[in-house]
């Protein structure tokens, strides 16, 4: 029950007994009165009937005179007193009222008094008339004498009755009047109590009352603080537009701009863009205020943002960030609206140092690949030239000793190179230029063209290596062949580098299957010389062998299990060892494939002698600047009879392909003059020719074979030349078509 119920309660409850007590009280004092004025009757009565009697000896001493004397002056008493004696008796009559016994005695004394009247009258009548002695005569009859007696006895017994009554009504009158006293003090006492309850809760409540007023007004203080602490500036407006409050951040921000003393609070929301000078950020165009987000909030739109926002403000431009949101009822109407404005000023600035650094970042990110792009090209060019030369110098007719010095020029060039890629591996994922293709992958495939990769290996050092998948291993996946063999190769490689005698094993098999992906696991054991427990935590670490001396005994850079990780973490999968010294180790990953739609096609590698004779007939245009690398391909095409036309760049080559007709064109990137990108662009589009265009491309970075193709060409070549490579991406240009031609 509320207090004010309960108060609403009391006050009714004692309404209410005051109202029965008053009636009660009213009832008694009404009878009380009743009761006294039958005292004040009797009293009256009893003084009347005494005067009765009074006036009966007056009527009779006038009548004693008269006769003794024969004076008339006595008859005077006489006659006032009969005149009264009459009105006494029909007072008396009116007041004994209902009264039968003090009825019955009245008249009783009125015919005595009536006989008694008579007989003075009588007597009265014979004194003047007969003189005094037949007065004296009748007067000695004793008979006024005992009307005389008759009527005092029955006066007496009237009085006497009356005494008595008086006495009964003055003890009922008593009575009355106790009870009167006594339900009186007790109504005061119940009203004092009622009023004092009354008033008790009316106290309490209003206390409390003043409590919670002062605790809502402590809460709503401490608010206001709060928002005052804001380093923000805080904005609220009432639902007809009018502002309801504003912080000091707020008023010191729109208060700036003013020369008067107005602040925010003063303010037409309507002249709000224009009083306050807030415009589109950048512009002097002023805001309009149906879109001030204030205004937004207040048709309804809740968590409006907007940061295009700026104030003038003390002769500069305060950039804002605005963020407004309406407050509703219970019933969902909008009560408020309220904004948070910040300064951003600061942020800007802090965005544009950060944008300048992303720009420098980014330029530094294309300078280290234009850097690595040039040192790729740089490196690969001429090394092109000593891997290519040693090839064609091994298919010549050379002594033992110097196919012997050719074969370690080879694998010196290889482990080069083999470096160069692992750097320049490392620099891609560094970057973030790493990127990974989607192509149907065949394990089955990838196993046994390592196995023909590793096989020499193998047979030299006197071990065993076999390859084995399990039976739920899909036929293809989707995934990056290249890397995946290159994962296989650092993790196979070190593998048969550590190991001596006995074997290698590798397995795979399907652990996981969802709609989309299937996981699998590679495992890689070896019987070589185990890894160090200490050292096993490191060994993916960039430049970290196990031991030191590891280097000078078994080669290697400490750089091919860390990109083995990093490639494997980039498509999502993860890789472990578990290692014991001169047992050997297991190496696992998981790499999580797409699961391949295509159905793998067994394709081959390696293109018939035949086919390359048919090349022999076809009209090769080889565009290239370095003559070393010109020398070397032909060269290679000499071993198939195979005659190419030169062009030093681009512009020559276009001038040659508008000359004569040919069939394919080999064609380097970078050129002076102009680059092969260029030269593809003239040929396809400038000559309307759809020849076969195979690029040669000395940069390794990511991106480079898709430029290519967007180029106009029709595949791409990493140097140094692979032969059966450009044979077979030679004999496939010819059936397909360019990728943006025509
Ligand atoms: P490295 O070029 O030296 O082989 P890796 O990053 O491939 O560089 O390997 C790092 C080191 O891990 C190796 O130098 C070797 O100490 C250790 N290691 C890797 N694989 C094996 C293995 N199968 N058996 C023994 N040690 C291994």
Request: charged fraction near 25%; charge should be neutral.
């Amino acid at each position: 029950m509320t207090s004010r119920v309960r108060i609403i309660l009391v006050f009714c409850v004692s309404i209410l007994l005051l109202l029965i007590v008053g009636f009660y009280s009213f009832n008694l004092t009404n009878k009380y009165r009743t009761s006294y004025e039958w005292v004040r009757n009797s009293e009256q009565i009893i003084s009347e009937a005494h005067e009765l009697s009074i006036n009966l000896n007056e009527i009779e001493s006038g009548q004693r005179g008269f006769v003794i004397t024969g004076n008339a002056k006595y008859l005077i008493p006489y006659r006032e007193a009969s005149a009264k004696i009459m009105k006494n008796y029909s007072d008396l009559k009116r007041m004994v009222g209902e009264n039968k016994q003090q009825q019955i005695l009245l008249d009783s004394i009125h015919s005595v008094l009536v006989s008694k009247v008579d007989w003075i009258n009588l007597l009265i009548e014979i004194r003047k008339t007969k003189g005094f002695r037949p007065a004296e005569k009748m007067v000695l009859t004793n008979h006024g004498e005992e009307l005389k007696q008759e009527f005092r006895v029955l006066v007496g017994r009237f009085i006497d009755n009356e005494k008595a009554s008086l006495n009964q009504r003055i003890h009922a009158v008593q009575a009355d009047y106790d009870r009167a006293i006594f339900t009186i003090v007790i109504t005061i006492l119940l009203a004092l109590i009622m009023v004092s309850w009354t008033l008790y809760f009316f106290v309490k409540d209003y206390n409390r009352r003043l409590h919670s007023k002062k605790r809502l007004l402590e809460s709503e203080n401490r608010i206001k603080k709060f928002l005052e602490a804001l380093p923000v500036g805080v904005f609220v407006l009432n639902h007809e537009g009018k502002s309801y409050y504003s912080n000091s951040k707020a008023n010191a921000l729109f208060g700036t701009d003013l020369s008067s003393e107005t602040t925010i609070e003063d303010v037409d929301i309507q002249d709000l863009p224009e009083a306050f000078q807030t415009m589109k950020a950048g512009t002097d165009e002023v805001y309009p205020t149906m879109e001030l987000p204030i205004m937004r909030a207040l048709q309804g739109e809740k968590n409006v943002c907007v940061d295009d926002l700026e104030m003038k403000g003390g002769g500069k431009r305060i950039p804002l960030r605005v963020n407004a949101t309406s407050v509703t009822d219970s019933k969902g109407n909008i009560e408020y609206a309220i904004a948070v404005f910040e300064d951003i000023t600061a942020s800007r600035e802090v965005n544009k140092r950060l944008e300048e650094a992303k720009k420098i970042a980014e330029q530094a990110v294309a300078l280290q690949e234009a850097f690595l792009a040039n040192v790729s090209h740089e490196i690969r060019t001429p090394m092109n030239a000593i891997v290519g030369f040693t090839n064609l110098l091994l298919k010549g007719d050379l002594s033992a000793k110097e196919k012997d010095y050719v074969q370690t020029i080879k694998s010196s060039g290889e482990n080069l190179m083999r470096i160069i890629n692992d750097i320049l591996d490392i620099s891609k994922m560094e970057s973030g230029m790493m990127l990974f293709e989607t192509q149907a992958i065949s394990i089955g495939d990838v196993f046994s063209s390592l196995n023909a990769m590793l096989a020499p290996k193998i047979e030299e050092k006197k071990l065993t290596l076999n390859f084995q998948y399990s039976d739920n291993i899909p036929l293809t996946t989707a995934g990056d062949p290249t890397r995946l063999t290159q994962i296989l190769l650092n993790v196979l490689g070190n593998a048969i580098k550590f190991t001596a005698k006995g074997g290698i094993e590798v397995f795979a098999d399907l652990v996981r299957e969802s709609k989309e992906t299937c996981e699998i696991v590679f495992s890689i054991y070896d019987t070589g010389i185990g890894i160090p427990e200490d050292k096993i935590d490191h060994i993916f670490e960039r430049f970290k062998q196990a031991e030191s001396h590891t280097t000078r005994n078994y080669g290697g850079t400490g750089l091919g299990l860390s990109i083995a990780k990093q490639l494997i973490e980039l498509q999502g999968g993860w890789i472990k060892v578990s290692s014991e010294v001169g047992v050997g180790s297991v190496f696992t990953f998981s790499i999580p494939f797409k699961k391949s739609v295509m159905v793998h096609e067994k394709k081959s590698n390696s293109i018939s002698e035949s086919e390359i004779r048919k090349l022999s007939e076809k009209r090769i245009l080889l565009v290239e600047d370095n003559p070393i690398n010109v020398k070397f391909i032909q060269g290679l095409f000499s071993e198939y009879n195979i005659d190419a036309d030169h062009a030093a760049h681009g512009r020559e080559a276009v001038a040659k392909l508008k000359a004569k007709s040919y069939d394919i064109v080999l064609m380097d990137i970078e050129m002076p003059e102009m680059n092969g990108y260029k030269a593809t662009g003239v040929i396809r589009n400038e000559l309307k020719s759809n020849i076969p265009i195979i690029a040669m491309t000395a940069n390794a970075m990511a991106g480079e074979s898709e430029k290519c193709l967007s180029a106009g060409m029709n595949a791409d070549l990493s140097k140094p030349i692979n032969e059966d490579l450009l044979f077979e991406k030679w004999c496939v240009s010819w059936q397909k078509k360019p990728m943006k031609f025509f």
